[in-house]
């Protein structure tokens, strides 16, 4: 989902993307993009976007949670950066990933109920050109 001037998680209204038959977009201006080989790949679409990647828990999935095993990838441009939330509330700190930057974003994300949603927000660097980020 997106959400063109979306600054926090609490930003209002998402939208959903559509598939075109590569990728998941954001309208016409095939940006933010999220391709899905192995990776989730996204572009950040401008200074003021970012791209939401969301995961709400099932019956029978609550528990203490944590994200593992995780990469966080930019090749190139102005690096981008990452927030992660559950519900409303931000889990650590927004982190910077610096263009050709390889990092884990692993997170303890506390004790979670079915119904709780964690979200993972990746927004641009300095600006908007060439920060496409794979996610794994």
Partial sequence: M?????????????????????AWQAGANAIPSVFVNGTV????????????????????EQGYISIANSSFLTPGGSGTNYSIFVDNTQIGSTVSVNAGTT??????????????????????????????????
Avoid: K
């Fill in 2 to 22: 997106y959400n063109l001037s979306c600054t926090s998680i609490s930003t209002q209204p998402y939208t959903a993307m559509t598939w075109s038959g590569s």
């Fill in 41 to 60: 790949r996204v572009h950040p679409a401008d200074i003021n976007q970012n791209v939401i990647l969301a995961y709400t828990l099932q019956a029978g």
């Fill in 103 to 136: 990092t884990s974003f692993n997170q303890g994300l506390g004790y979670l109920n079915a119904g709780q949603t964690v979200y993972v927000m990746v927004g641009p660097g300095g600006d908007q050109s060439s920060d496409e980020t794979q996610i794994a």
